[in-house]
């Protein structure tokens, strides 16, 4: 039986992942499909160019510093990882040759490497080079993937196609991580080049390789002559373009001016199915939108954490009230015509782990108004919210606005670019902010990083030593059920704190134009378009 507020029984379900992931629930049912592109049988002509709509622009395009999933959408073409997801979210190798075999009790991971992969710039990669980037994504001051490989103690070069990372202790996620950017192994020449300047001419392994890039405009890469599977790489490059407005991005595929627009809105999904001009392709995402609130941020993320002088900040009561303000069932319609699933925890319906039962605090503007009355806040309670500029953003920000007001909230929605906003809140320097995450198939990749004490995502300031402790046996215990069951008490934690409000899991809707094939589009969000192409 499911208990109320947020509360959750995770139910741990009979998929052959090696890591698992989670979800969460709460009402509403998934618009997206099971269709990734692999239904059309048409072959891809070899040649021309791709060019893809990106929702933002990406941060530093450098896999140990970079945070955005548009950067991920532009890493998955040229920049590979250890080990990699399929299109049932099984972990599957990459650059290596099979799954690590883990021994001493989990202290000791062997991976075995690919003898044919070269990078862009020609140099072949060995264990060598996978240790430079390892050893770069735990050490490099300001790095992304620290929390990602925390557990790692050293990486050993065993032989060029052997490398051994020794860990403190066990480490469920790791593979998972090494499924992601903390996996991707860049050109030891060109770190050597460039530093801590990597991401503004990446060299990695891949099927496309890094041109040039235009900010806030388009990415360049083209086709890698030396990559070792070449033969299945049918375009000779794709161009990253830059289009914010989503009415913007569609357009472009109707026009043929894009081949293929990410993240389209939900509220055009509906008029664009009938729509001879375009091909649709919807995913549910292993990913959740929330509104994250800073409660202990004052120094900027991995700073002692301090008192917020802020009434959301200051008080679990009010932030209790906020949530109650919101009805995420009327947001779910009124913003995204019900195409996105309603949802408070940052455990998605992609998720293997995923428990229907889990019930959502429903809206409850009288309670809100008793718990602002009980605080001794005066009404109304000022909270400034950050929000994206996109057309879908404002409307959201609109929406709790108005929901929010009904209780004694008076919000403020601060329309602020992703990139600086994102730059603001790594600094502490916002009240509450509407950001989500991509989402990861292990569950530590939702929650670790964002409420784990100093964790490099942690913008709340979250620091509570029984999240942390529970966090940290997660990272140990091998056993799923075990897992969900220690999960289960973080987020029953997490929801007394409120540091993170969630509100729905994302469908993920990518746009293309009907000539286009080849495209592999699974539930974390990265289109790929290794074998893409227009049809012959």
Request: charged share 25%; glycine share 10%; net charge negative.
């Amino acid at each position: 039986m499911a208990r109320p507020t947020r509360a959750l029984c995770l139910v741990v379900a009979s998929v052959a992942l090696v890591s698992a992931c989670g979800g969460g629930g709460g009402g509403g049912t998934s618009g997206g499909t099971t269709n990734t592109g692999a239904d059309d049988d048409r072959e891809a002509q070899a040649g021309g160019m791709l060019t893809l709509a990106l929702a933002e622009d990406p941060d530093a395009l450098d896999p140990t510093l970079a945070r955005t999933l548009v950067g991920r959408e532009v890493f998955v073409n040229m920049c590979e990882k250890l080990y990699d997801v399929d299109e049932k979210l099984e972990l599957v190798p990459q650059l290596a040759t099979e799954l690590p075999e883990v021994t001493d009790e989990g202290k000791t991971v062997t991976i075995t490497l690919r003898d044919d992969a070269v990078f862009n710039d020609g140099e072949k990669m060995d264990a060598a080079a996978v240790k430079t980037s390892l050893d770069r994504h735990r050490e490099l001051e300001g790095s992304a993937r620290t929390g990602d490989l925390a557990a790692v103690e050293s990486v050993e070069v065993v032989d060029p196609t052997t490398v051994v990372l020794r860990l403190t202790e066990a480490y469920a996620p790791l593979t998972a991580q090494l499924a992601d950017r903390a996996g991707m192994v860049m050109s030891p020449k060109q770190l050597q080049a460039l530093g801590d300047k990597f991401g503004t001419d990446p060299v990695c392994v891949g099927p496309f390789s890094f041109v040039s890039r235009t900010a806030g405009s388009e990415i360049v890469l083209e086709k890698a002559p030396d990559y070792y599977d070449a033969d299945q790489v049918k375009a000779d490059g794709i161009t990253y373009r830059v289009i914010t407005d989503g009415n913007v991005r569609q357009a472009n595929v109707k026009s043929g001016d894009v081949q293929i627009a990410e993240r389209i809105a939900a509220t055009d999904v509906a008029t664009l199915e009938k729509d001879p001009a375009v091909k649709l392709i919807g995913q549910d995402s292993l990913g959740y939108q929330g509104i994250s609130i800073n409660i202990g941020n004052v120094k900027g993320i991995g700073q002692p954490v301090g008192e917020v002088d802020t009434p959301l900040g200051r008080s679990p009561e009010l932030r209790e009230a906020f949530e109650l303000s919101l009805d995420r069932e009327t947001i779910n319609q009124v913003v995204f015509a019900g195409k996105n699933v309603p949802g408070c925890t940052p455990l998605p319906p992609a998720s293997p782990f995923h428990d229907e039962d889990v019930e959502c605090t429903e809206r409850d503007v009288e309670k809100a108004k008793s718990l602002i009355e009980e605080s001794g806040e005066a009404t109304p309670v000022p909270v400034k919210l950050t929000i994206g500029t996109s057309p879908e953003n404002l409307r959201l920000g609109q929406v709790i606005q108005s929901q929010a007001k009904e209780a004694g909230f008076e919000v403020e929605v601060a329309s602020t670019e992703f990139a600086s906003a994102l730059d603001a809140s790594d600094a502490g320097d916002f009240e509450v902010f509407q950001v989500g995450w991509s989402g990861r198939i292990d569950p530590d990749g939702n929650i670790y990083n964002f409420l784990h004490t100093g964790a490099p995502l942690n913008i709340s300031g979250t620091s509570d030593p029984e999240i942390d402790a529970m966090l940290d046996e997660a990272r140990l215990v091998e056993d799923e059920q075990e897992r969900a069951a220690l999960y289960t008490q973080v987020l029953e934690k997490e929801a007394e704190l409120r540091p993170i409000i969630y509100l729905y899991h994302p469908v993920n809707y990518l746009a293309t134009g009907p000539d286009v094939v080849g495209v592999e589009y699974y539930a974390d969000g990265l289109p790929r378009l290794k074998t893409a192409g227009l049809a012959q």
